[in-house]
């Protein structure tokens, strides 16, 4: 502690953003400061009240800190350190389920509306839509009430007429790419359509209900129908007007809630005038309540387009969110806290009610979660007398088939949940006939080779190494392990009995049937198994592995074994020269040749 004050001391006034490190180096929270000095000297030179904020000091052994030129850098460096670092302590919100928009590029000639997840700069978006309509059911409206082309097709003013489809017989379409419609026509048509996204609907509706009569007066009962539920489909979009707002403003409302142990934040969505839909999502940590609202933004606007020129929330300390808000949109964005008792202010409380509804409805779910996640770190830490909390932990297993085609795995849980994105998987290249020793031994020596690399699955130590297997394996794995002075726990599961196995203890350690502690480690072998066997399947089905070796005449088991006990690895048997391969003991002239041949002519 004397250190990590000293170092407080010697800190800057100006802004950053700082970085605080557990025993292993690990990134447990990350933060931004107006002044660093000032900030981060009040973790260790105050008493802490909140318990979190406790729990996380007692776990920094130290911490780094950058320099920025303002708090607007200072909220976006922060805003990247969290997404790459991922740390315990700070809100991290998981990939919410992504809501359809409709899109249009209006730097067309032509253009046309689309359904799209996927988000870029060049588009304008309308949505998200939720709670009852979709966007393919708003899309379904815009097509029957406009005549706006469906097709893909490339159309230009230089481009040569060509005949109409079916969709201008039915009356559907303007037909632009037979030239029966000006640019400047499409355009005032496209700017109809933006109007009732927007939340005007009084066109479409009349537009609608004319077509509706023609259609049963011809006879089309059919079409009438259909024009008779996108009406119906319009009337839920209308119920949805808060009338008290009187315009067509677009707002998203945001507010935290917690109850103590468990927090959420409720997200109103409002396009046009009407409540478009409302998210709530749990939130696990968090330090302080500003710094909250400002993580959960930024992570949200990650996700999801910025389409709004004002955002709502309880707090006054807003003026960086809006300027990097504003450059991030390349518009203005304003952010509210609303005076008591006015028509945002209710929006507010209307969001803290479906908030609070939230963590009520769910409170027994999310005590479960809680004790099949943080709280079964706890018991495992117990159970097996582990050194610390196991908050990362890493389990690998090897899967072959007959001794080809040998992969392994790495599956991470971080903070006793799945991270898939963290997962890695390994071709072994070192071993050639059934030997999950040799190779589990290949597999962990990488890893380990790749401690201080860029990519974060394997730049942050692990608290817990799990390997799939007994003793054995387990020896393999201290062996490694060791080299590299690994100190923190490692374990292995053996499946038959589910006994876990340490390093220098003869017995084995039985959790108990069911509990949370056996849970946590049967989920990281089962993920790992998986994930290993649907490489192993993926390599066989492409016929590709061991770089060509397997299907080359006359390369057997044997010959393999002996390529791989001279050259070590698949890529020095590539790069080896005619003279080698031949002079290589159990491989005749005729085979090196025609391995010579295959890696140098790429056939």
Same mark, same amino acid.
């Given at each position: 502690?004397?250190?990590?004050?000293?170092?407080?001391?010697?800190?800057?006034?100006?802004?950053?953003?700082?970085?605080?490190?557990?025993?292993?180096?690990?990134?447990?929270?990350?933060?931004?400061?107006?002044?660093?000095?000032?900030?981060?000297?009040?973790?260790?030179?105050?008493?802490?009240?909140?318990?979190?904020?406790? *729990?996380?000091?007692?776990?920094?052994?130290?911490?780094?800190?950058?320099?920025?030129?303002?708090? !607007?850098?200072?909220?976006?460096?922060?805003?990247?350190?969290?997404?790459?670092?991922?740390?315990? $302590?700070?809100?991290?919100?998981?990939?919410?389920?992504? $809501?359809? $928009?409709?899109?249009?590029?209006?730097?067309?000639? $032509?253009?046309?509306?689309? =359904?799209?997840?996927?988000?870029?700069?060049?588009?304008?978006?309308?949505? &998200?839509?939720?709670?009852? !309509?979709?966007?393919?059911?708003?899309?379904?409206?815009?097509?029957?009430?406009?005549?706006?082309?469906?097709?893909?097709?490339?159309?230009?003013?230089?481009?040569?007429?060509? @005949?109409?489809?079916?969709?201008?017989?039915?009356?559907?379409?303007?037909?632009?790419?037979?030239?029966?419609?000006?640019?400047?026509?499409?355009?005032?048509?496209?700017?109809?359509?933006?109007?009732?996204?927007?939340?005007?609907?009084?066109?479409? /509706?009349?537009?609608?209900?004319?077509?509706?009569?023609?259609?049963?007066?011809?006879? *089309?009962?059919?079409?009438?129908?259909?024009?008779?539920?996108?009406?119906?489909?319009?009337?839920?979009?209308?119920?949805?007007?808060?009338?008290?707002?009187?315009?067509?403003?677009?707002?998203?409302?945001?507010?935290?809630?917690?109850?103590?142990?468990?927090?959420?934040?409720?997200?109103?969505?409002?396009?046009?005038?009407?409540?478009?839909?409302?998210?709530?999502?749990?939130?696990?940590?968090?330090?302080? /309540?500003?710094?909250?609202?400002?993580?959960? =933004?930024?992570?949200?606007?990650?996700?999801?387009?910025?389409?709004?020129? /004002?955002?709502?929330?309880?707090?006054?300390?807003?003026?960086?969110?809006? %300027?990097?808000?504003?450059?991030?949109?390349?518009?203005?964005?304003?952010?509210?806290?609303?005076? =008591?008792?006015?028509? #945002?202010?209710?929006?507010?409380?209307?969001?803290?009610?479906?908030?609070?509804?939230?963590?009520?409805?769910?409170?027994?779910?999310?005590?479960?979660?809680?004790?099949?996640? =943080?709280?079964?770190?706890?018991?495992?830490?117990?159970?097996?007398?582990?050194?610390?909390?196991?908050?990362?932990?890493?389990?690998?297993?090897?899967?072959?088939?007959?001794?080809?085609?040998?992969?392994?795995?790495?599956?991470?849980?971080?903070?006793?949940?799945?991270?898939?994105?963290?997962?890695? #998987?390994?071709?072994? /290249?070192?071993?050639?006939?059934?030997?999950?020793?040799?190779?589990?031994?290949?597999?962990?020596?990488?890893?380990?080779? #790749?401690? *201080?690399?860029?990519?974060?699955?394997?730049?942050?130590? &692990?608290?817990?190494? !799990?390997?799939?297997?007994?003793?054995?394996?387990?020896?393999?794995?201290?062996?490694?392990?060791?080299?590299?002075?690994?100190?923190?726990?490692?374990?292995?599961?053996?499946?038959?009995?589910?006994? !876990?196995?340490?390093? *220098?203890?003869?017995? &084995?350690?039985?959790?108990?049937?069911?509990?949370?502690? %056996?849970?946590?480690?049967?989920?990281?072998?089962?993920?790992?198994?998986? +994930?290993?066997?649907?490489?192993?399947?993926?390599?066989?089905?492409?016929?590709?592995?061991?770089?060509?070796?397997?299907?080359?005449?006359?390369?057997?088991?044997?010959?393999?074994?002996?390529?791989?006990?001279?050259?070590?690895?698949?890529?020095?048997?590539?790069?080896?020269?005619?003279?080698?391969?031949?002079?290589?003991?159990?491989?005749? @002239?005729?085979?090196? @040749?025609?391995?010579?041949?295959? +890696?140098?002519?790429?056939?």
């Amino acid at each position: 502690m004397d250190i990590i004050l000293d170092k407080v001391k010697r800190l800057p006034n100006d802004p950053g953003v700082y970085i605080m490190k557990d025993k292993d180096e690990n990134v447990i929270y990350v933060g931004k400061a107006k002044n660093l000095k000032k900030r981060v000297s009040q973790y260790f030179l105050r008493k802490q009240e909140h318990i979190k904020v406790r *729990n996380m000091v007692k776990n920094v052994v130290d911490f780094d800190f950058f320099i920025v030129n303002d708090e !607007v850098e200072a909220l976006a460096l922060e805003n990247n350190l969290i997404k790459k670092y991922k740390p315990y $302590y700070n809100i991290l919100l998981k990939d919410s389920k992504t $809501y359809a $928009y409709i899109k249009i590029n209006l730097k067309e000639d $032509y253009p046309r509306f689309e =359904i799209s997840r996927r988000l870029n700069k060049n588009d304008k978006y309308f949505g &998200p839509y939720m709670a009852g !309509v979709t966007a393919k059911d708003v899309l379904s409206i815009i097509d029957y009430a406009f005549l706006l082309r469906k097709c893909k097709l490339p159309l230009a003013e230089n481009k040569a007429p060509i @005949k109409p489809c079916l969709f201008k017989e039915m009356h559907m379409c303007s037909a632009p790419c037979a030239k029966l419609i000006s640019k400047a026509d499409y355009n005032k048509i496209v700017d109809e359509a933006i109007k009732f996204l927007k939340g005007d609907t009084k066109q479409v /509706e009349s537009i609608l209900c004319q077509k509706m009569e023609i259609a049963s007066k011809n006879e *089309n009962f059919e079409t009438a129908l259909i024009l008779r539920d996108r009406l119906k489909m319009l009337e839920k979009l209308k119920s949805r007007v808060i009338t008290s707002l009187g315009s067509l403003v677009d707002y998203d409302v945001f507010n935290l809630v917690t109850s103590g142990e468990f927090s959420a934040v409720c997200v109103l969505v409002i396009r046009g005038g009407k409540l478009q839909g409302v998210q709530t999502f749990d939130i696990l940590n968090y330090l302080d /309540e500003n710094e909250a609202y400002t993580q959960f =933004i930024m992570q949200y606007y990650n996700a999801h387009p910025l389409i709004v020129d /004002e955002i709502i929330m309880p707090k006054m300390d807003t003026k960086e969110i809006e %300027l990097f808000l504003s450059d991030k949109s390349k518009k203005k964005i304003t952010v509210t806290k609303p005076i =008591i008792d006015s028509v #945002k202010y209710k929006l507010l409380e209307m969001a803290e009610k479906n908030a609070r509804m939230h963590i009520e409805k769910n409170l027994e779910k999310n005590i479960k979660h809680v004790n099949a996640s =943080i709280g079964a770190i706890k018991q495992l830490q117990k159970d097996l007398v582990l050194k610390h909390e196991p908050k990362r932990i890493e389990c690998y297993d090897i899967s072959h088939t007959h001794g080809t085609f040998t992969v392994a795995s790495m599956v991470v849980l971080m903070n006793g949940e799945k991270a898939p994105k963290m997962y890695r #998987k390994f071709k072994i /290249e070192t071993v050639d006939f059934i030997d999950d020793f040799a190779s589990m031994r290949e597999v962990l020596t990488r890893r380990m080779e #790749k401690l *201080n690399s860029e990519d974060i699955s394997f730049s942050s130590m &692990p608290d817990l190494i !799990v390997i799939d297997g007994g003793k054995g394996q387990l020896s393999i794995a201290q062996e490694v392990m060791e080299k590299y002075h690994f100190t923190n726990n490692l374990i292995s599961l053996a499946k038959r009995e589910e006994e !876990v196995f340490k390093p *220098n203890e003869s017995r &084995p350690y039985i959790l108990k049937k069911g509990s949370y502690s %056996l849970r946590l480690i049967q989920l990281a072998r089962d993920e790992a198994h998986r +994930f290993a066997i649907t490489f192993n399947r993926q390599l066989r089905a492409k016929g590709m592995y061991r770089g060509g070796l397997e299907s080359i005449t006359g390369v057997g088991p044997v010959t393999r074994r002996a390529l791989l006990s001279r050259f070590k690895t698949i890529e020095n048997i590539k790069n080896a020269s005619l003279e080698e391969l031949e002079n290589t003991k159990g491989v005749s @002239k005729k085979t090196a @040749k025609a391995i010579f041949d295959r +890696f140098r002519s790429g056939k």
